[in-house]
């Protein structure tokens, strides 16, 4: 006899179908989006996000969480943000998401990163070890300490070991001035054109540095200078660009793309805008709140993947008031991690301590 299923029940039912944790809507969303993608592949952001937050939004699961959950798995290497393909179909759009395949990431101190879709399978590990994956956070984590060759049982497995250094893909270390100069000489290049650009929207680098979206606005006839801007697409993520404006007219426009995938247009787009504000004068601010044994590191601006992933390898994110994310970390890496950042970012550490 078939009846109506609870919403508790529903929610345990969705759950156990995605290997997710039974009694929270919230654990489905990244299993969704892994199995979403396997399935759609080659498909926009939109489809993806699409196809993953109507069903869940029964439970109360707003799109707006879908979507950075699934900027989340980009970012960190779950799935990849790439250039269409020749041999995609003919309606793919210019850029697609992929499925990366099941990999992992050994830690410092032992643990393991859990990357890529395994199929419409939860995942690719045998029961036991499963049982010892931790959700919480942006990576799944695999903390086996009685295991001493986890990471040659998880090659057994077919899952691809990824160095450090491979999986990070650090940029090369430059000045700010010389990083500026190389995209704004990109734009230089560009056809020189009066166009209007709908629904355009520019980072104005005069407003706080500490409010990040309240540095987006519309152009008006004031605006004049480069500016990073970004437009929204129909089908797929925004489009990221470097705008030339002059009284209000967008004269060169030079869309931000990396022609070997290694990096995103936004992340590509975030670091720029880093290095034109160190270059203001008013850097990027990261703070630093110091325990006994951990500290956090309290940033207001997005960073580029190569930041979220250096430090995923150190220590965990989450939300929290007043920044827009944070990351805890063992109180002996605040120097090096910091360091990182000013050398990569040219960003500005201060202590919470001392906040004007």
């Known amino acids: 006899m078939m009846r109506a299923l609870t919403p508790d029940e529903a929610v345990d039912a969705t759950a156990a179908a995605l290997g997710a944790v039974a009694g929270y809507p919230q654990t489905c969303i990244k299993p969704a989006l892994r199995r979403a993608i396997y399935w759609l592949a080659p498909a926009s952001n939109a489809d993806i996000v699409r196809f993953v937050a109507e069903p869940l939004e029964p439970f109360g699961i707003e799109r707006a969480a879908v979507e950075a959950a699934l900027e989340e798995l980009l970012a960190y290497g779950e799935a990849f943000e790439m250039h269409k393909l020749g041999t995609d179909p003919w309606d793919a759009p210019d850029l697609v998401i992929r499925p990366a395949p099941p990999s992992f990431v050994q830690r410092g101190d032992g643990s393991i990163m859990l990357l890529g879709i395994a199929g419409d399978q939860p995942t690719p590990l045998t029961p036991d070890l499963a049982a010892k994956v931790d959700e919480q956070g942006p990576v799944r984590r695999l903390v086996a300490p009685d295991d ?52 355009l929207e520019i980072l104005d680098p005069a407003r706080p540095v500490r409010f990040y979206s309240g540095r987006w606005r519309a152009p008006d006839a004031r605006t004049t200078g480069i500016f990073l801007a970004r437009r929204p697409r129909r089908y797929g993520a925004d489009l990221w660009s470097i705008a030339e404006f002059s009284q209000g007219e967008c004269h060169r426009l030079l869309d931000l793309r990396d022609d070997s995938d290694r990096q995103r247009s936004c992340d590509l787009g975030w670091r720029f805008q880093a290095a034109r504000d160190a270059l203001d004068g008013h850097p990027q601010k990261v703070r630093v709140r110091r325990g006994e044994d951990n500290a956090a590191l309290d940033f207001f601006s997005p960073l580029p993947s190569f930041g979220d992933r250096r430090l995923a390898l150190v220590g965990s994110k989450s939300r929290e008031t ?35």
């Not at 805890?328 to 500005?348: F, G, N």
Request: with cysteine.
């Open 148 to 199: 001493l060759v986890l990471a040659a049982h998880l090659r057994l497995l077919g899952l691809v070991q990824i160095s450090e250094a491979v999986w990070l893909r650090t940029p090369t270390q430059e000045s700010a001035t010389a990083h500026v100069d190389r995209w704004v000489q990109r734009l230089a290049q560009q056809p020189r054109e009066a166009a209007a650009i709908p629904n």
């Open 322 to 356: 007043g920044c827009l994310f944070s990351y805890t970390l063992p109180s002996q890496c605040v120097a090096d991690e910091t360091q990182a950042l000013r050398d990569l970012l040219w960003m500005h550490a201060f202590d919470y301590e001392s906040e004007p």
